[in-house]
């Protein structure tokens, strides 16, 4: 699976933006998918997490109540829309997959894009 976030760009606080995470090949619909991001001097950390049918959804404390991520297989495609948003959100933002059922933690994904840098300015 290869997978392209795209979306990031700058924001003032209190705005809104909606990553888009594109994955290659014909099996994306059997892949959990994650949202982690990563701020300058900071580990990654994760943020959001959908299982393979959508069914299953976790988010970082962080973001709860802010952000919603989702997925359209017909599209091989997920989504984070991110509301309200932070100084403190400002990172670059990953999507990684993984099969079936999302986790927590960064090492569980075998696949991830590039990154797309969010900055949200205050």
């Known amino acids: 699976v290869q997978l392209q976030a795209y979306g990031g760009g700058l924001v003032q606080g209190a705005g809104s933006l909606r990553l888009s995470c594109v994955a290659s090949g014909r099996t994306f619909s059997s892949y959990a998918m994650g949202w982690f991001r990563q701020a300058p001097g900071k580990e990654r950390e994760f943020v959001a997490g959908?299982?393979?049918?959508?069914?299953?959804?976790y988010y970082a404390d962080s973001v709860k109540g802010r952000f919603a991520i989702s997925r359209d297989n017909a599209k091989n495609t997920v989504y984070l829309q991110m509301d309200s948003l932070k100084p403190d959100d400002t990172a670059v933002y990953y999507c990684?997959?993984?099969?079936?059922?999302?986790?927590?933690?960064?090492?569980?994904?075998?696949?991830w894009g590039q990154g797309t840098l969010v900055t949200v300015s205050s």
């Open positions: 959908i299982s393979w049918t959508g069914n299953t959804i």
């Open positions: 990684a997959a993984r099969l079936r059922w999302p986790t927590m933690q960064p090492n569980d994904y075998g696949y």
